[in-house]
């Protein structure tokens, strides 16, 4: 079955350290994005890819980083400089130059990240 | 302002009940807009387009009012399946790049 892979579901992490989210895609997505949800809050985007060793900072891009060597993957970095990393981060893909016209984005299933 | 705004609820309702969310946008050159659904502690999933004219996918009729800038979304005959969260999105342009726009969400809980 196609659809998009992120792990860890559940990531605990100390102040100070950085963690790598993983999002993998077989859907043969061309566009791959991060996004954050904060209870209470829409979801915001962080960073966005629309071809393979391309990306864009999204609209809080700040204290992350990401990468993508492979169609399938966009791999998010949460760094020590991220204020407040406690939140639910969900990487999303959709055709590209779609989105305008069918609005849809095929969502994983989301990585709880807490700080403690 | 935010650039999409929903009222956050919970909104409560019985089984069969009919109930409609509204949801307002800045940016009045938006072009396209969707509602999505999110249940608890899951990913949010396209639940249907919302064009000009109004559209219907069964118990679900989204409409757009441009001059007043809100989409809104009617459920009718309410399930119990239908609690969760909607988001109302909105598409916007920016640095020649098409973005969505997510409302934080209006909570439905539907009770027997």
């Known amino acids: 079955d196609g659809g998009i892979t992120q792990s860890p579901k559940y990531l605990f992490r100390k102040e100070g350290q950085n963690v790598t989210l993983s999002c993998e895609q077989n859907?043969?997505?061309?566009?791959m994005y991060w996004y954050r949800q904060d209870p209470g809050q829409g979801l915001r985007l962080i960073y966005y890819?629309?071809?393979?060793?391309?990306?864009q900072k999204g609209d809080i891009a700040e204290g992350y980083s990401v990468s993508r060597e492979k169609k399938e993957s966009f791999p998010l970095t949460v760094t020590s400089a991220q204020k407040n990393p406690t939140a639910f981060y969900l990487c999303?893909?959709?055709?590209?130059?779609?989105?305008?016209?069918?609005?849809?984005?095929?969502f994983g299933e989301g990585s709880r990240l807490t700080v403690l | 302002r935010k650039e999409v705004e929903q009222d956050p609820g919970p909104f409560n309702v019985p089984e069969g009940a009919t109930v409609a969310f509204n949801c307002t946008y800045s940016?009045?050159?938006?072009?396209?807009f969707f509602w999505y659904r999110q249940d608890c502690r899951k990913e949010p999933k396209l639940l249907m387009s919302?064009?000009?004219s109004g559209n219907e996918d069964g118990r679900f009729t989204a409409q757009l009012n441009r001059a007043s800038q809100y989409i809104s979304l009617l459920i009718r005959d309410s399930k119990l399946s239908d609690s969760a969260t909607y988001l109302c999105?909105?598409?916007?342009?920016?640095?020649?790049?098409?973005?969505?726009?997510f409302g934080a969400g209006t909570r439905l809980a539907v009770h027997p």
């Open positions: 919302v064009y000009s």
């Open positions: 859907l043969n997505h061309d566009a």
């Open positions: 890819s629309q071809i393979v060793n391309d990306f």
């Open positions: 999105v909105v598409n916007s342009v920016s640095g020649g790049y098409n973005k969505l726009i």
């Open positions: 999303a893909s959709s055709i590209r130059g779609t989105t305008a016209n069918t609005g849809e984005l095929f």
């Open positions: 940016n009045s050159a938006s072009q396209s």
